[in-house]
């Protein structure tokens, strides 16, 4: 994707504001700015899983059901700070820029293939889960797709999930639709649908671009107004049609 020709942040706060005007104007909003960018303390629930109370609740009965169907379903990522989120997108930013000498667009094209902008992140808002089967042993990364396709170590897990999440509220995130836009392919992340959608719904009313112009953290000074409309558009709305 080419971004180098987009307008500089600092040049136009309100032309994002003409551009997608979709994007603005919440009335009374259930969830705080705060709460959708991962800056408030909310309630979790759950030793190890950290979800809103109904997420938890609804995770834990497809657990059980998992169970009962030979898979021990392993948390590897639910409730995810701003902080967190930023500490992740600044260690790779540091890497592919002063280890790889990569062009900091470059970096930050590569960074968002999987990893968002803090403040955009979904786990952000306890609804969200990456899982795998704690069952097969595996070496190296969990979370790569390969893992999950025929003949992997998930590959039973992921068609047990196909068949079942959305029974429990839970549908999958990043799809391989070849149509979609975005992240790419997570066979891992799945979304608890009766919280998600309802934040999503909120987040979308959010001027995030102007909140995200006044963060500061390594490699923000080269997000443009073109930048941040694209990525909206294409990596926090390329999900799932049944999460929208």
Same mark, same amino acid.
């Given at each position: 994707? @080419?971004?180098?020709?987009? %307008?500089? +942040?600092? #040049?136009?706060?309100?032309?994002?504001?003409?551009?997608?005007?979709?994007?603005?104007?919440?009335?009374?909003?259930?969830?705080?700015?705060?709460?959708?960018?991962?800056? !408030?303390?909310?309630?979790?629930?759950?030793?190890?899983?950290?979800?809103?109370?109904?997420?938890?609740? !609804?995770?834990?009965?497809? +657990?059980? !059901?998992?169970?009962?169907?030979?898979? *021990?379903?392993?948390?590897? #990522?639910s409730y995810r700070s701003f902080d967190r989120q930023q500490a992740i997108f600044e260690r790779k930013f540091i890497k592919y820029t002063e280890t790889d000498g990569m062009k900091p667009?470059?970096? %930050? *094209?590569?960074?968002?293939?999987? #990893?968002? %902008?803090?403040?955009?992140?979904?786990?952000?808002?306890?609804?969200?889960?990456?899982?795998?089967?704690?069952?097969?042993?595996?070496?190296?990364?969990?979370?790569?797709?390969? +893992?999950?396709?025929?003949?992997?170590?998930?590959?039973?897990?992921?068609?047990?999930?196909?068949?079942?999440? @959305?029974?429990?509220?839970?549908?999958?995130?990043?799809?391989?639709?070849?149509? /979609?836009?975005?992240?790419?392919?997570?066979?891992?992340?799945?979304?608890? !649908?009766?919280?998600?959608?309802?934040?999503?719904?909120?987040? /979308?009313?959010?001027?995030?671009?102007?909140?995200? %112009?006044?963060?500061?953290?390594e490699g923000s000074e080269h997000f443009t107004t073109g930048f941040l409309k694209t990525y909206i558009q294409n990596n926090i709305l390329g999900i799932n049609e049944d999460l929208l």
């Amino acid at each position: 994707m @080419q971004r180098r020709t987009f %307008i500089k +942040k600092t #040049s136009a706060g309100g032309l994002a504001l003409a551009a997608v005007p979709s994007l603005f104007t919440v009335n009374d909003p259930e969830y705080s700015i705060e709460e959708l960018m991962g800056k !408030a303390d909310i309630e979790l629930f759950g030793e190890g899983i950290n979800l809103r109370k109904e997420a938890h609740d !609804a995770f834990l009965d497809m +657990k059980k !059901a998992a169970y009962s169907a030979g898979f *021990d379903i392993k948390m590897v #990522s639910s409730y995810r700070s701003f902080d967190r989120q930023q500490a992740i997108f600044e260690r790779k930013f540091i890497k592919y820029t002063e280890t790889d000498g990569m062009k900091p667009i470059d970096a %930050i *094209d590569k960074i968002i293939e999987y #990893s968002t %902008i803090p403040g955009t992140s979904r786990h952000h808002w306890g609804t969200d889960i990456d899982i795998i089967d704690g069952y097969p042993k595996v070496s190296g990364d969990v979370l790569v797709p390969e +893992k999950f396709e025929e003949g992997g170590p998930f590959e039973a897990f992921k068609k047990w999930l196909d068949a079942n999440a @959305q029974k429990f509220g839970f549908y999958l995130v990043y799809t391989d639709d070849y149509f /979609r836009k975005g992240f790419k392919y997570e066979p891992w992340h799945y979304s608890y !649908a009766p919280l998600s959608k309802p934040m999503l719904e909120q987040f /979308r009313g959010v001027n995030i671009f102007r909140q995200l %112009i006044r963060e500061e953290f390594e490699g923000s000074e080269h997000f443009t107004t073109g930048f941040l409309k694209t990525y909206i558009q294409n990596n926090i709305l390329g999900i799932n049609e049944d999460l929208l």
